[in-house]
């Protein structure tokens, strides 16, 4: 079964400053991962996602990641963050389309004004 | 209005009594999950179902049971709740028409304390 490791619990970081949010999936022959933001006091939503192609991908808010298959990596960038950013992230991944989502247990992202 | 909707949004509730949480959604999605969030566990999927006659059993079932009433309509029982089912709630839905590149929709969650 597939499993994520989200490596930070927590980053704080200073806000224009960038910041790298690290996840690590275990291995398989093919994936499809996911990242997910949650503000607070609400339910998650997708920020961006690979299913396959280019292995850098675009998302919202300015947010971007990079499918790295050799490392079973998937980490999470932005160049510069805002306080609005604060928030937690969950990087998720499926082997098939018929199974679910398997979530990390989240990062939590604060910025620091 | 919300494509996913959660009933209650919070719920304070005593050891021993049954709960029922409930989803609804609009998305026309055929595909719909309960996971917990519990603060340093991320989520956790409880129950799934990827049709109306289907019903999957999650990572932690135990405690906990579904009901598929509709395609729109998926609930979750606590039979008898204990307090540590205390934990954030959330539902979500999916289209299997697209096939991998399903995105799961999540609903607001619901609150749910056991005292």
């Known amino acids: 079964a597939q499993s994520v490791t989200q490596l930070d619990s927590q980053v704080p970081v200073f806000e224009e400053a960038p910041v790298e949010l690290r996840c690590n999936y275990s291995s398989s022959v093919s994936v499809y991962l996911f990242w997910y933001v949650q503000y607070p006091n609400q339910g998650l939503q997708l920020l961006l996602k690979y299913l396959s192609g280019s292995t850098l991908v675009k998302g919202i808010n300015g947010f971007e990641a990079e499918f790295n298959k050799s490392q079973t990596s998937f980490h999470l960038r932005k160049p510069s963050v805002h306080i609005s950013d604060t928030a937690e992230y969950f990087c998720?991944?499926?082997?098939?389309?018929?199974?679910?989502?398997?979530f990390g247990k989240g990062t939590r992202l604060s910025v620091i004004a | 209005d919300a494509d996913v909707t959660q009933t209650p949004r919070n719920r304070i509730t005593k050891t021993g009594k049954r709960i029922m949480l409930e989803c609804s959604q609009t998305?026309?999605?055929?595909?719909m999950y309960w996971y917990r969030q519990d603060p340093g566990l991320g989520l956790r999927l409880i129950y799934y179902s990827f049709d109306v006659k289907d019903i999957n059993k999650g990572e932690i079932s135990d405690g906990y049971s579904v009901s598929r009433q509709a395609q729109a309509k998926f609930s979750l029982s606590l039979e008898s709740a204990i307090p540590n089912q205390t934990a954030l709630y959330f539902c979500?839905?999916?289209?299997?028409?697209?096939?991998?590149?399903?995105?799961?929709?999540f609903g607001p969650g619901t609150r749910l304390t056991v005292l």
């Open positions: 998720a991944v499926r082997d098939s389309g018929n199974t679910p989502l398997v």
């Open positions: 979500a839905t999916s289209d299997s028409g697209q096939g991998f590149r399903d995105e799961q929709f």
């Open positions: 998305k026309g999605h055929d595909r």
